[in-house]
């Protein structure tokens, strides 16, 4: 009885008629072309590269840092927030890959999302002796890049302009450096 139930289990899960195998069909290419666009570790396809949308953000000193003027540079953008302890974590190592690479053509902008703004910000950037821009950023660019939903979240741009990959966690050094030295 047992092994009829399950037939009937499993008869009832695959489609049965054309309009329903179609529809099957359907799904798995939306997900096919989708695996595509993206692949494994993240770096997106030649095909599904986006221009990165500019910001014009201001840091604690009140200087403008926008991005379509470091055209020319491979651009780090991380999405983090003071709270966020994997931000902190992967902090560390953004601070070093900057130190190395800042004189070979490299950016890194951080993004700092904290409601509390500069008050919140500027303490933690001191404390973390952070030797790389942080702006203020918000709900505008998070939804500009994306809809950015968790935190940290770090975008390379290359020196065209053009997203060439998103990570969604920390970053470690290793990763990071993986990503930036071919676009440098």
Known sequence: ?????????QKDFY?????ERYGMKGILIVLLVMALGVSLDGQLSAQSKQKAPNFALKSADGKTYELSK???K????NFWATWCGPCRKEIPDFIE????YESKGLEIIGIALDEGGWEDVKPYVKESKINYPIVLGGRKEASDYGNVAAIPTTFIIDKNGFIVDRHIGVMTKAQLESKIKPLL
């Open 70 to 72: 470091m055209k020319g």
């Open 15 to 19: 489609p049965q008629t054309q309009d």
């Open 1 to 9: 009885m047992e092994h009829l139930s399950w037939q009937r289990q």
């Open 74 to 77: 491979v651009v780090v953008v």
């Open 97 to 100: 890959i900057y130190k190395r």
